[in-house]
Structures are given as C-alpha cells and as structure tokens.
DNA sequence: TTTATGTATTAAATAATTAAATGCAAGACT
DNA sequence: AGTCTTGCATTTAATTATTTAATACATAAA
C-alpha cells in the first residue's frame, strides 16, 4: 500500500555512478546540485545520502560530505523493473482491439485489460479517458467503460475526419517551398510506386507499407499538434483494416497506386485544385473499401 | 477508506417511491425486474430488500416478497449530494484558465484543483488526461500536471485547425438541402446581424454572443463525432479571448458583423467557392485577433 | 422449461497511506 | 551583506487496500 519508491532506487543508482567519477575522499556536492544531477527532489537525495552513510560509503555531517570508498556493485540497490511500457500502450490497445476483431459496444473490464497490458489500473482509466476525447471509449452508466468503435457511423465520420484533415494537407503541400523535404519524398515515392506496380501480381501485399508512407509524407508538412494526435490514431486503423480486407486485394492495390501517383503528378505540377480533386478520389475509395471490410466481418 | 454507497441509496429511494405505486399488501416483483427498475444490479437490490425487510415494510422469504404497509416519507434514506457537477468541468476548468489568465507552463496541482472544483482527485486526473489528447495540458516528469497552453504557437496551431474544420463546414453549408434548418438559422442570423450593426455605437459588446451562435450555426450541419468534441473546446477558447481583448473593440466588431453577413451572402447564393473565400477572410481576421490579444497580455 | 433466488467471484470506486516535492527559515560560508 | 546550504514542516502525488457494486453460475421453485 502506498506508492512506490522505485524514484528514489533509481536515483540512488545514478548517484552511485555520479560518486564512480569522483577522486577518492572527494567533498560530495551539494543537495541542490545532487538533486539536479539526478533529476529529483532533494528529499529523495538525503534518502540516498542517508543510506551511502550507513553502508560507510561517505561520511556526512552537516554540510561536510566526504567520499570514504570507491562505490562498488554491490552497492547499487535492486529496482523494480517496469513490467511493461506504458508509452506505446496506444499502439498496443489499438492493436489488440483491431487485431481481435473487438465488436463495438463491448464492455472493456480496467482489471483485465490492466492484466493482459501489464500496465496499473489508474494509468489504464487515464489512457481511456484520453481515447474517450476521440469517442473511441465511453464510460459505462453502472460503471467501468466500453468501447464504442467500429460501426458504420464511426466508419463514416473517421473517414470524413481524415478527408478533412487530409485534403488540407494536400493544398499545403503544394504550396511549400522547393527545398522542402517532401519533394525528395514524393519523388521517391513515385519510384517505388511504379516499381511495385510492375511486381504488383506477386508482391502487391506490400502496397500496404507504401500506403502508409505516402500519407505520412503527405502529413508531414502540415506542422500541428491537433492534427498529428489525429492522425496517428487514424493511420493504425486505415492501416490494419486494409491488411485485413482480403477480398479483390490485388486489384484494389493496383487502383491505389495509380490513384497515388496521379496526386503526386499534381502536386509536382504545382496544381493545387488537381491534386485537392485527385485526393479527393482517392480518400473515396479508400472510405469505400474501410465501409466494406465492416460489411464483410458483419457477415461473418 | 472505500467506495461511496450512493448507488445503493439512491435505489433504495426509488424503489420505495415504485412500492407508493403499489396496492396495499401487493406482491413485490422479482429481484431481477426490480434491478431494471431501478437501474442497478441485484446486489444492491438486495441490500434495499434487507432494509426495507428490517423497517418492517417488506415481509422477505425466498422468492414470496409482500408489501406490509405504505412506505412512508421518513422511511426514505438520505442520499449524500454531489458537491459539485463534473459534467461542466471542461468548461469551468477552461473559464478558470481564461479568467484568470493562468500562464504557460504552469503546475497545475491535482490536489488544489480538486478543492477549487469541488471534484474528486481521481476525476480530474481522468480530465485532464482527456486534455492532455489536446495538447492543453501534459505529465510533468517530477509528477502531477503542468498547463501547456496559450502560448503563440498554440493560438496559431489551434487557429489553423479551427479554420481547417470550418472551411469544411462552410463548404458543406452551400451543399445542403433547401429544406435544413440551417437555412432558417442563417436568415435570422443575417437580421441578428444587421441589427447590432445599426446600434453597433452601443452595443457592440453583444457581438461575441452573435458570433458564438454564427459559428455553432455554420457547424451545426457537420455530423461528425471528432469534429464536434474539438469544436466545444475551440469556441470556447476564443469566445473567452474576444470577450477580454478590449482593444478596438467596436471596431472589430463592426468589421467581424459585415464579414459573417457575406458569407451568409454567398451560401444564400449557393456559391461555395465564394463562401470560402469570405469564411478565408473572417478566419484570417480571427486568428490575427487571438493573436494580438496574447501579445498585449504579455506586455501587461 | 423457464424464471427467480442463493452464492461466489470479480471488478470498480475511493479513501488511506507512504513517497516525493515544495516552501520557508535559520545557519554557514564567502 | 549576500548567497548558498541545510533542517524542518507542509503539501502533493502515486499507489495500495478496502468497501461497494456488478456479474457469473449453480440451484431451486414455478
């Protein structure tokens, strides 16, 4: 009960290591300073001073600190290691909820999912009140949450959203300076468009890494931090979805690369409206297709 | 230490007002209805049951459930009242903020807001949270929260985006059916309009209302889950900043009133190219505005 | 066979608890 | 004097423990 003190274990650690670089009997800096080195506050530095006294490592006094011995390994303090990443826990929920065919409305239990995720209960409730922003996940009336994803509606609008977002993009790609990046990106993009195009009957499985890149290089010019949230949460479920529609797969991928190399035409032209329109094409099949794989699972 | 009982006080309330309905001496349906009836699961019904048992109101063996007398006004619980809303808690944190200027890059404390608010910790950690999905707040590393927003880049990003969203909108506005009550909504705003412009010398702090309405009118045809959670939060950041930039602020107004009558113009024309254009314009004036409005906070 | 209840298990909300951060005053050193 | 350092006290935050509530399943009654 009561929170953990693996801030002060690692502090304590990367105190030691300071003291390693220390000449022997060297003064010990300040608390302030310790604490700045360390990267915590000044009660978790007498913590560890406290105990490097008591193993005989330093003497303390007052503010007469002094190194008695050279830190040795066995010094160190065992840390608990952090069962799971709690950064990428995004990516994994989104994984699991797609990659398992999770139907929407289904109640999401915080204890089973803080199990199957390794991850605490709290920072799950905060990781799902975050989603519900997106209107991903809702809270349930008689308590706990539910994930609301994947119906038509959600379909819809997420593919609208991404229209929105997307042709917005476009038009500001054609209107960026010469030297920026993604003409170098485009450029090659092009290249290993046509490329797979020629190998698209037995390579045309791979047309779904060229899909994301392209987006993402569209997206890269657009410098906002609303949208990239967006778009990162929009790019892992266009991403799975398309992986997961097998049904006319070649031909659906032959389509998307010439849909693809037609904006690039544009937009290397410099044509603004060409390339809003021809987006505009292509963001409709790719609705099409998301709408289409629901239809498929729907029926089973 | 532990859970709240509410839930279970709040049924044991209702179901007593449901056993008024009933005839003297009636049978009491099974547990199961009774937990539709009331809302929660059986276990809290049966907590009711003991307690309506123990009053002497209910006779209780196995599945023979009878009335004994009319339940009475004192045999009611009390029912703890909820200090405060944690509906509305977006938009006081948010008027917070904006009222009373709070920085960039301030510690938000969990424990002070929660007094402030009159919300539980664990709530306003699961909002802000939510925000963070915004870009408006962020973890600090030592612990706790920290405001990100309000600083140019932000005004910028988030102005870009709002024009994004509503660019979309208009566009959408000019292709809607004769028959949307936007059309209504927009004639009456053209009169609204035209009214405060003629009485503009004195009432010209009655436009931020006008132009909250404007806006929401304008959105109100685009359905779409994600575009309407970030649009609450959008007018209401700058519905608070026009309110509080005095500068020029008649002016401004008289500006911002003849700019909204020609959009209006061309979506009663039906011309969407020009609508855009005229929403560009208006958007560009806004934005300039949130702009500046930042600045002389700075300096003062 | 259906429906209701009894019982057990599991989950969720929330306060209690400890770790850590912060604030302030007094003292030491330059 | 003035700055830096420490000692001490207070406040805050993370995390567990605990109670309430929900759910699952078995059993019994209709």
Redesign the pocket.
């Known amino acids: ?11 304590y650690n990367r105190i030691l290591a300071y003291c390693e670089t220390l000449p022997p009997k060297a003064p ?8 700045e080195i360390a ?9 560890c001073l406290a105990r490097m006294e008591e193993l005989g490592l330093i003497s ?6 002094h190194l008695l011995r050279a830190p040795l390994a066995e010094d160190r303090i065992a840390v608990p290691e952090t069962p799971s990443d709690k950064n990428d826990l995004e990516q994994r929920f989104l994984d699991w909820v797609l990659r398992f065919d999770v139907p929407a409305n289904t ?9 199957t995720f390794g991850v ?4 799950l ?1 905060e990781f799902l009140a975050g989603l519900s922003r997106f209107g991903l996940v809702s ?7 539910m994930l609301l994803g994947f119906t038509k509606d959600f379909a819809i609008e997420l593919s609208d959203f991404r229209s929105v977002l997307e042709l917005n993009a476009v038009t500001q790609v054609a209107e960026v300076p010469v030297d920026h990046p993604v003409w170098a990106a485009l450029a090659q993009l092009r290249q290993d468009h046509l490329a797979l195009k020629n190998a698209i009957d037995t390579d045309f499985h791979e047309f779904s890494k060229l899909d994301e890149r392209f987006h993402l290089a569209i997206n890269s010019v657009v410098r906002n931090r609303f949208i990239a949230e967006f778009q990162k949460v929009i790019s892992l479920i266009f991403h799975y979805h398309y992986m997961w529609d097998k049904t006319e797969e070649k031909d659906r991928n032959a389509a998307a690369i010439d849909e693809h190399i037609a904006i690039i035409d544009a937009l290397e032209a410099r044509d603004a409206e060409a390339a809003r329109l021809a987006a505009q094409r292509h963001l409709r099949t790719s609705k099409t297709t998301l709408l289409s794989s629901l239809r498929h699972h729907d029926l089973g």
């Open positions: 009960m009561a929170r953990s003190d693996t801030r002060y274990r690692e502090a010990i800096p300040s608390e302030t300073s310790l604490a990267g915590v506050s000044r009660t978790v530095i007498r913590r303390w006094q007052g503010r007469d600190k109640p999401l239990s915080v204890a089973e999912l803080s199990r605490a209960q709290h920072d409730k809270r349930r009336p008689q308590g706990g949450w």
